[in-house]
């Protein structure tokens, strides 16, 4: 089995040797939240307000002075307080005032008794139940600390980010600026979509969905589009990538063809750092450097470029953007429902879906045939079936590990 994978590298290493040397990008800006989503904040962010800018009522019912309770006599209601209305008014000793959730809390009260655990009468309301110190209020700062820190550098901006900082009134953000990656793909059978075909030619899928992934992970797109199997045009292609963006990514050229060019330029303009990984689909994968840029050359075969983008070029672009979470994919345990069948050698991730059965468990099964150039079974999977580079055929019950999609495949 070791003629088999010879010169072939483990995933987890491909991984550590692609995020070793890679530092962040250094460049920010300033812009409008509005305009931040998905970005990535370039430093500290504090508040310039506490939250809650003021003590507040949490519910609505009645504020009192702890005091006035210990008479056992009914409260009447000196005024009422609203949100955005505080009570201003003048308060005597022996009454409560009448508070809305949200509403300050006036000076001197001790809590605030939900109304539901008062009684109303002619003189005024008699709580119910026990009332304690500090009830039902929220103490001003009590979330947010005026001066804390509410976000740290490196965190992508999102839905659970954004409002945080409206809240604030936070308006604008200083960001890392966006990945510039350039992306190219080569080989003579190609054909862009919506143009016709002609005898031997394919569309060309791999540069689209590269493209469309590099949107959902924020990158500013430098597309050069189709390049021949010209070497004079694939040096042209590299040079004018490397002079203008921080990422090269090309498809197809990396194998062991007569045509398979990109690896030999490469060798010419940068240098390789690891080709050939041992994992299946995707065993076609170059990484290394050039004279300004990282380059990635995915695999001709549609799979498996987008297996290798999603395992290796998704977490080399997240530490690029100066992510500080870890963006591996995660796995889970799952029990396969179907005969699995494999080959030991490789590490494979064959597309699955997975549900969770009556008694709560997940189940996974395959979507059908794997071949790389099957490009239907990712839109029928909902995961990676995961099995391990020695494993051989996987039979029905055993457990496997699967990695369901994040938002890049996952809609």
């Avoid at 995020?19 to 962040?24: G, H, K, R, V, Y």
């Avoid at 309770?69 to 005597?92: D, H, S, V, Y």
């Avoid at 490789?346 to 699955?352: K, P, V």
């Amino acid at each position: 089995m070791e003629c088999f994978t010879a010169g072939l590298i483990s995933l987890d290493e491909a991984q550590r040797k692609m995020l070793a040397d890679i530092s962040p990008v250094r460049d920010v800006e300033t812009i409008a939240i509005t305009a931040a989503a998905g970005r990535i904040t370039a430093e500290e962010v504090t508040s310039p307000i506490a939250v809650p800018p003021f003590t507040n009522s949490a519910m609505d019912g009645y504020a009192v002075r702890l005091a006035d309770l210990a008479q056992g006599t009914a409260l009447p209601i000196a005024g009422k307080a609203f949100a955005g209305a505080p009570f201003t008014g003048q308060w005597p000793p022996g009454s409560c005032v009448r508070i809305m959730t949200g509403a300050p809390v006036p000076a001197g009260a001790d809590a605030v008794i939900m109304q539901e655990q008062t009684e109303s009468g002619d003189h005024g309301i008699r709580p119910t139940a026990a009332v304690k110190a500090g009830q039902n209020i929220r103490l001003a700062g009590e979330d947010i600390q005026q001066g804390a820190c509410v976000l740290s550098a490196g965190v992508k901006l999102g839905v659970a980010e954004l409002p945080l900082l409206a809240s604030l009134g936070i308006s604008h953000i200083t960001v890392l600026r966006k990945l510039r990656v350039a992306i190219f793909s080569t080989g003579d059978e190609l054909q862009s979509v919506g143009q016709p075909l002609s005898a031997g030619q394919i569309y060309d899928t791999n540069r689209f969905a590269v493209h469309l992934m590099l949107d959902k992970l924020g990158c500013e797109v430098i597309d050069l589009g189709i390049i021949r199997d010209d070497p004079q045009a694939l040096r042209a292609a590299f040079t004018a990538a490397d002079s203008t963006a921080d990422v090269v990514i090309s498809s197809g050229g990396v194998s062991v063809g007569e045509a398979d060019y990109t690896k030999t330029q490469l060798e010419e303009q940068g240098n390789i750092t690891f080709w050939k990984l041992a994992i299946k689909p995707g065993k076609p994968f170059a990484f290394g450097r050039l004279q300004h840029s990282w380059f990635c050359g995915l695999p001709g075969n549609p799979v498996s470029a987008v297996v290798t983008f999603y395992q290796l070029v998704q977490p080399l672009l997240a530490k690029l953007t100066g992510q500080k979470t870890d963006c591996l994919p995660m796995r889970q345990r799952a029990r396969t429902v179907q005969r699995l069948r494999k080959t030991p050698g490789r590490l494979d991730f064959q597309r699955g879906i997975v549900n969770r059965n009556a008694e709560g468990e997940l189940e996974v099964h395959s979507t059908g045939h794997q071949g790389s150039h099957v490009f239907s079974s990712f839109s029928l999977a909902n995961c990676f079936i995961v099995l391990e580079r020695e494993r051989g055929t996987v039979e029905v019950g055993e457990w496997v590990e699967i990695e369901p999609f994040n938002a890049l495949l996952g809609g």
